[in-house]
């Protein structure tokens, strides 16, 4: 009923730039949150940054200052805007969205994820 598909992963060097987007689709009445997780390999999955409806946004500490998070409302698209990447910023980044569909019902959907790989 609702999807959420990321893009825009792929190999960066360190100090380098991505911008990772997720759209996502379906019976959407609206989108309140929305955020990214990333997962490294063997570690547990981590809040980077989320948004809310309103624009409100927050960081995990260690991306401030180098991502910023935004979102399209008209386009039901989120973006992680990254920037100045180091090795410990790859991961598999996930997007999540809390909406609420035609039907009224409410959810937190989870995108794919996409690979982020930072290295020289």
């Known amino acids: 009923q609702v999807q959420l598909v990321e893009s825009g992963g792929g190999l960066v060097q360190p100090g380098g730039s991505l911008r990772l987007s997720c759209t996502a689709s379906?019976?959407?009445?609206?989108?309140?949150?929305m955020a990214w997780y990333r997962q490294a390999l063997g570690k547990q999955r981590e809040l980077v940054a989320a948004?809310?409806?309103?624009?409100?946004?927050n960081y995990v500490d260690s991306v401030k200052g180098r991502f910023t998070i935004s979102r399209s409302n008209a386009k039901n698209t989120v973006y992680l805007q990254m920037n100045s990447l180091v090795p410990e910023d790859t991961a598999v980044y996930y997007c999540?969205?809390?909406?609420?569909?035609?039907?009224?019902?409410?959810?937190?959907?989870w995108g794919r994820g996409t690979q982020v790989t930072v290295s020289s």
């Open positions: 999540n969205a809390d909406v609420t569909s035609t039907a009224r019902s409410r959810i937190y959907y």
């Open positions: 379906g019976s959407i009445s609206i989108i309140n949150g």
């Open positions: 948004i809310t409806s309103g624009g409100s946004t």
